[in-house]
């Protein structure tokens, strides 16, 4: 994100402190259940952004929080505690780049996994303006599934998800992010009663092998 695109979004924006240090968070996502930290978007000095990162990282961490206002304008009364969840320890990614025409410095932080590939069962879905939601979440899913999981599926995999808590929506600014911990099991005989009532159909191609899964026989 650019200086220009910041200071348009001023009244969006919050401060990230942690270890006596802050900067300006442009976008984060958090779990208001436990107050871990998901996702951080910041930009500030360069010293400033390693030294929160790495305060966060500590075990045990620093105390931090995420308040309402731009670094130097913040606003009392909007502190979110917030921290780095121990299950996602080991898988966090962290990329700082100079911004251009400025002494500013712009990080980048998330958990290895938000991305498709990721070997995990759980993942952690982050959209932005303008992403398809359920389409992104049934690709996650289509890499986690013994079997394929059809486009036409989307939405119904989207609100299959939401309605059973394998989907959990976080707090979250400057973009839509979802906890998502996907129950194989619970997930194929939803997808075989789904199919035998007509609310989903099979596509042509592969519906053999698809059948075969939804009745119980080997993939």
């Known amino acids: 994100m650019g200086e220009t695109e910041i200071a348009e979004r001023a009244d969006e924006l919050w401060t990230v402190t942690a270890g006596g240090f802050s900067a300006t968070a442009d976008a984060f996502a958090r779990d208001a259940r436990d107050d871990t930290l998901w996702f951080l978007s910041m930009v500030g000095s360069q010293t400033a952004l390693k030294a929160i990162w790495a305060s966060l990282l500590k075990q045990p961490p620093d105390q931090a929080h995420v308040i309402r206002g731009a670094d130097g304008e913040a606003l009392s ?72 999981l059809h486009g036409s599926w989307s939405m119904w995999l989207w609100d299959r998800g939401l309605a059973n808590g394998e989907i959990t929506p976080l707090e979250s600014v400057g973009l839509s992010a979802y906890r998502c911990a996907p129950n194989a099991d619970r997930l194929r005989d939803d997808l075989s009663h789904a199919v035998a009532s007509g609310r989903l159909s099979l596509p042509s191609e592969g519906a053999p092998e698809q059948a075969d899964y939804l009745k119980g026989g080997a993939p």
């Open 77 to 148: 009364g909007g502190y979110r505690r917030c921290a780095v969840p121990h299950e996602t320890v080991g898988t966090w990614t962290t990329k700082i780049a100079k911004l251009p025409m400025s002494g500013g410095w712009h990080a980048l932080v998330y958990t290895k996994t938000a991305e498709l590939g990721f070997e995990r069962d759980s993942f952690l879905l982050l959209a932005r303006e303008g992403d398809d939601g359920p389409a992104l979440h049934r690709r996650f899913l289509d890499r986690r599934c013994p079997l394929p």
